[in-house]
């Protein structure tokens, strides 16, 4: 259960480092930014496409500028609306400002969906007045395959098209300044004889130079946001748009390329399933656990426990308790809700005893006859109980290793730290700008194989004698916790024995069916330990049954601890008072 909960988790964990980046690109950015105090006064855009399918921009921005603005960023959509797998990368990004030299900041935003260019300089501003920026770059992919089936119709103007189609944003959608105008020229790598433009507003719109390789548009006055889209058929053979083969959305999480995510899906599967070979590895095959009628010579509830399973019992310090009370080292006493515990065992009488029982003595101080402790819901109390309790594992662990039961395993301890480390690794990586979380699933993979080698205990393996002890604990095990019709125990003149193996009952968690077996072979309850000094009903054992004695000796032990922590949790927190449209091109530009 613990390696399932453990995978699980790491599912989880993966699951949330992959998708977040892919999630937060998803997210709508904000648009509520007031209009842009800049104004262009005119916007000269020159296109120049090969035959390939290259082009090459070159946008002249004359712009009014207010006091107390750095410059103007221009951004680009590598989205492509007309094809999904087309990424319209701009490349060789050169910016002038009146002829000279400015400082550009190159981002990318939104999962690398947009590139930005940030113009000018953070420690100054520029002179209120006219500025003009001079734009250039190239970008692949310009051209898309037009319609190669005779006699359809495009969906513009109804005319046949073949070859190739030049569908763009001449002026783009995300421009926040208006324009007072705007002049645009494209020139193809053929004549066109066909051509269309339009206005997002709805404004007429004119391509000239029909019948020629060189087209051009000119508009008035442009609001922002207003997109100027042309498409003309070219007719040359459409060049190849490579692309991978997933839409730009999943950019974020496996990048641009298909062989990249080929190579990281074949190492992920390894680091999968190296991380699990090496996790089933550190599991221990079961010895078989034949019915046992009593438990391991010399060890109390909690090593009983340990050995079968390489942790703490749940109740672990509670059964340690009533075990000192069986072993006639303590007597517990019941007043209300308050539980006292009083030393009767003398030197010798706890220097017999196990490790275990013997530490939760010497920390409780009833270790000699006459020493009391009392588990009153208090804060005192309860930081006694919580610090012994806090030192059980360490001490049954080491009490294990002593005896010969178990064993560092090396091996064990790297596959911890090596998941511990791809742990690390993985989330470091997230973070950092890679443009996709490819570098993060090999890592991701290994911890999710791997998971379960933070189980407890792995790191420690069970010796020869470690297995045998192994098979007779949890033989005793089936006894106590099996249901009372299979595994009969003979408890005629055997009545000590129900009240000596209740401790185990209790390390085990099966306290109920221990005290239902009783009852079911002798047909009386469940009898009431001598050591214990309270009252209970005739309907309702020590152990057996709900609202009992041991309910209640549980309960104060666990309100004295809970009293503690809440102190603890109190100090310790802080005081404090009082785009769209068209094919490619998309993209735009503001001030800052």
């Known amino acids: ?39 262009i006064t005119s916007y000269d855009a020159k296109y120049t496409v090969d035959a390939d399918g290259t082009l090459h921009g070159e946008e002249t921005i004359t712009a009014m500028f207010p006091f107390g603005r750095h410059g103007i960023f221009r951004f680009w959509d590598l989205k492509d609306f007309g094809d999904p797998h087309v990424r319209l990368k701009p490349k060789d990004i050169d910016i002038t400002l009146d002829g000279q030299d400015v400082p550009v900041d190159m981002q990318w935003q939104s999962g690398r969906r947009y590139r930005v260019a940030k113009v000018g300089d953070p420690d100054s501003t520029l002179a209120p007045g006219e500025h003009t920026y001079r734009i250039t770059y190239r970008i692949k992919g310009a051209l898309a395959p037009g319609d190669e089936t005779s006699g359809t119709s495009s969906s513009w103007a109804g005319e046949e098209t073949r070859g190739s189609v030049f569908d763009w944003q001449v002026v783009a959608g ?42 051009s548009i000119q ?31 999943w950019d974020r999480l496996l990048g641009r390329s298909l062989s990249a995510v080929l190579v990281v899906g ?83 009488a706890w220097a017999a005893t196990d490790e275990v029982t013997r530490y939760v003595g010497d920390s409780l101080g009833v270790n000699h006859p006459g020493k009391t402790f009392s588990a009153n819901g208090g804060v005192k109390a309860g930081k006694k109980l919580q610090e012994t309790q806090s030192g059980l594992f360490a001490v049954t662990s080491s009490w294990a290793t002593s005896a010969g039961l178990q064993k560092v395993d090396i091996s064990e301890l790297l596959g911890r730290v090596a998941v511990g480390v791809a742990a690390v ?57 099996t249901d009372s019709a299979k595994d009969r125990f003979d408890f005629s003149g055997k009545k000590d024995l129900y009240t000596a193996y209740v401790p185990y009952a209790v390390a085990f968690d099966c306290a109920d069916r221990w005290a239902a077996k009783y009852e079911t072979a002798t047909g009386t309850p469940a009898p009431t330990p001598t050591w214990y000094g309270g009252t209970t009903t005739p309907s309702h054992s020590f152990f057996g049954g709900h609202g009992d004695a041991f309910s209640s000796f549980d309960s104060s032990l666990s309100s004295s601890i809970s009293a503690y922590a809440a102190t603890q949790s109190s100090s310790s927190s802080g005081g404090g008072g009082g785009g769209g449209g068209g094919g490619g091109g998309g993209g735009g530009g503001g001030s800052w």
Not at 177 to 183: E, I, L, P
Not at 268 to 278: I, M
Not at 280 to 309: F, N
Not at 440 to 464: D, E, K, N, Q, Y
Request: aromatic share 8%; glycine share 10%; proline share 8%.
């Open 425 to 481: 690794l993985a989330v470091v990586l997230t973070f950092l700008p890679f443009g996709s979380s490819l570098p993060v699933i090999p890592f991701a993979a290994f911890v999710v194989g791997g998971a379960g080698l933070m189980s407890p205990g792995v790191g420690r393996r069970r010796t020869l004698l470690g297995r045998d002890v192994w098979s007779r604990a949890g033989g005793f095990e089936r006894l106590l916790s």
């Open 266 to 348: 074949a190492i992920s599967v390894v680091a999968l399933g190296f991380g699990y070979l090496w996790d089933r590895r550190s599991r221990e095959r079961d010895p078989g656990y034949p019915v046992m009628y009593e438990p391991p010579e010399g060890l109390g509830p909690v090593q009983t426990h340990y050995v079968t399973s390489e942790r703490l019992p749940r109740r672990a310090l509670v059964a340690t308790l009533l075990y000192q009370a069986e072993q006639g080292l303590t007597r517990l006493e019941q007043s209300g809700a308050d539980w006292t515990i009083t030393g009767i065992g003398d030197d010798a």
């Open 219 to 249: 508009t008035g006055a442009l609001a922002p946001y207003t997109r100027v889209t042309m498409r003309a058929d070219v007719p040359v053979n459409a060049p190849d748009r490579d692309g991978p083969p997933w839409d730009i959305t």
């Open 1 to 39: 259960m613990a390696r399932f909960l453990w995978r699980a988790v790491a599912l989880v964990g993966a699951a949330i480092l992959l998708l977040a980046p892919l999630l937060t690109a998803l997210v709508p950015q904000d648009t509520s930014a007031g209009p842009d105090p800049v104004r």
């Open 174 to 215: 995300g421009w926040a300044m208006a324009m007072d105008q705007a002049r645009i020229t494209v020139k193809l790598p053929k004549a066109v004889e066909e051509a269309q433009c339009a206005v997002a507003n709805g404004t007429p719109c004119r391509v000239d130079g029909l019948g020629s390789d060189t087209l």
